[in-house]
């Protein structure tokens, strides 16, 4: 940024309002959400990247209308009715899909959403009011503007103008190619061994755990009010092992090591035991007749209760003795992977509800916490992906006033999604539970870059478009390459779910950069080329 505007105080009229923005956002979130998790403490990145692009885009055009020779007002002016507007769209496609994230029921995406919503919405509060501010304040105390400024498109990125109909034949191409042979292959991960941190040893410990302890730390625990009511759980739990191609598998309650028929079985040993009371004995040996009394003394055991048993199998299946109830342990089959999402899904939906009469016992184990967010996950976004596609084209819209204007402006977010899905099924790469938190972002940039360029074209009018990448399109990759290089950090994480998060967002705002600095002008190019003729 300090090469692009060749003055330090840029990064003061950048990061001050996106500072502003995210003490604002932070604030809301504790008072409305309380405290960040696992999902949400991504917020940093993906807000840094977004609501610094805003400051950016603002600042470069301010300083080129001063260049121009406006005075600081009719600037400030001028900047916040062109590039000011297209903040304004740019916020309003991205945020919805964000808050459209409240509609899932797992906590962790539903309160993602929120925050990062807002916070775009108030990064361009921020950068309408107090940026403003800064750039007055800044005048006064005698801050001018560089003479010159940098203008780091490379060469290479004006190919794309200069040769329309061969860039958007190969776009083309290679959008039909993508769609119809490669994204049918794009897969979710399910393996969660895949996205967790490399740990040396782990896998090994894991599988000695297994081997010794029982259901390996992937059994489901049910806690049972009734005790009359854990013969029926065993029945149904038994019932659904024996059937084909079933998850569960064992049963474990503490009557397992509490014998029935206890009073039956005293009364065979005492039989047993008056066997030995014949005068044949006294002809023994000693150290027989020794032996024998060892045996005898085997015959009369005391009763055994749940009470009698020893501390640590009582802990197993009792809990805290102030907590009423006790727990039943279902053991998934040997040899099936719970870290597979799909196993652990199928485990689920076996065992997650036991019904007794009309009471409702449920299974719980951090296995069946896992299934129930990817199912959500899942489940809720095929009703949050047609409404997010939705809200942006009604800002669109809204913002344009014609469908034309509207498709037109959707043709980099097309092509760079569609690209990003190709490298990745060419790639191997897949869609998972860490990843797809950075899609709305993606999709964000990818309507952002097309707004922005567009809403220069459509000022400066047609031939414009060699000037709207020297201002726009530099612009554009400043925020493109900031942004990478904010996320490209997370690539070289320990843990590869993070590392997956990192990558996929690096490729994406790659292949949206392409498609808003090559093939978009290109569009705009061939455009007026057909239109003239």
Not at 16 to 33: E, M, Y
Not at 217 to 238: K, S, T
Not at 322 to 328: F, N
Request: charged share 20%; with cysteine.
């Amino acid at each position: 940024m300090i090469w692009r505007f060749r003055r330090f105080q840029a990064l003061v009229f950048i990061f001050v309002p996106f500072g502003f923005a995210l003490l604002w956002n932070f604030a809301i979130a504790a008072k409305v959400v309380g405290k960040l998790n696992v999902v949400t403490a991504f917020l940093f990145s993906i807000l840094f990247g977004m609501g610094v692009d805003f400051g950016i885009h603002m600042l470069a055009r301010y300083w080129e209308e001063r260049h121009k020779g406006l005075d600081l007002l009719p600037a400030i002016a001028r900047t916040i009715s062109t590039t000011g507007r297209s903040c304004v769209t740019a916020g309003l496609t991205t945020a919805p899909a964000f808050y459209l994230l409240m509609i899932n029921t797992f906590k962790g995406f539903s309160e993602f959403g929120f925050i990062a919503g807002t916070g775009l919405i108030l990064s361009v509060a921020s950068f309408l009011t107090i940026f403003p501010c800064l750039l007055i304040l800044a005048d006064r105390l005698g801050f001018s503007p560089p003479l010159t400024v940098a203008e780091p498109v490379i060469s290479v990125f004006n190919v794309g103008w200069r040769h329309p109909r061969a860039t958007i034949i190969v776009v083309v191409i290679l959008f039909v190619t993508t769609a119809a042979a490669i994204v049918p292959r794009l897969h979710f991960e399910y393996d969660f061994k895949k996205l967790k941190a490399r740990i040396e040893g782990a896998d090994v410990a894991k599988d000695k755990m297994r081997e010794s302890v029982r259901g390996g730390g992937a059994a489901a625990v049910v806690l049972v009010d009734e005790e009359n009511d854990i013969f029926e759980i065993r029945r149904q739990v038994e019932k659904i092992a024996a059937s084909e191609g079933s998850i569960a598998d064992k049963f474990y309650s503490f009557d397992r090591f509490v014998p029935d028929k206890q009073e039956e079985k005293k009364k065979v040993l005492a039989r047993i035991d008056k066997r030995f009371d014949g005068e044949a004995l006294k002809l023994l040996k000693d150290d027989e007749k020794e032996k024998i009394d060892d045996f005898r003394s085997m015959l009369k055991p005391d009763e055994v209760t749940a009470e009698s048993l020893p501390p640590s199998v009582r802990k197993s299946f009792f809990g805290k003795e102030d907590v009423p109830g006790q727990l039943v342990i279902i053991s998934p089959r040997k040899g099936v992977e719970l870290d597979d999402g799909r196993n652990a899904m199928k485990f689920a939906d076996e065992v997650r509800e036991i019904r007794v009469g009309d009471r409702v016992y449920h299974a719980t184990s951090a296995n069946l916490i896992f299934a129930d967010v990817l199912d959500t996950m899942l489940r809720d976004s095929k009703r949050a992906i047609p409404l997010v596609l939705l809200a942006v084209v009604v800002v669109l819209w809204i913002d344009f006033r014609s469908w034309k204007r509207v498709a037109i402006v959707s043709f980099p977010l097309a092509v760079g999604v569609m690209m990003m899905f190709g490298i990745m099924c060419i790639f191997g790469l897949k869609l998972n539970f860490y990843n797809m938190i950075v899609l709305p972002t993606l999709l964000g940039l990818g309507v952002d870059y097309g707004v922005y360029f567009y809403h220069r074209y459509l000022e400066d009018g047609p031939g414009s478009v060699p000037e709207a990448m020297r201002h726009t399109g530099s612009a554009i990759f400043i925020t493109a390459t900031t942004t990478m290089l904010g996320f490209a950090g997370l690539i070289l994480a320990n843990h590869m779910g993070l590392s997956s998060l990192g990558t996929l967002a690096v490729i994406g705002i790659a292949t949206c950069l392409f498609a808003a600095v090559i093939s978009f002008p290109a569009l705009l190019r061939l455009m007026e080329n057909i239109k003239s003729k």
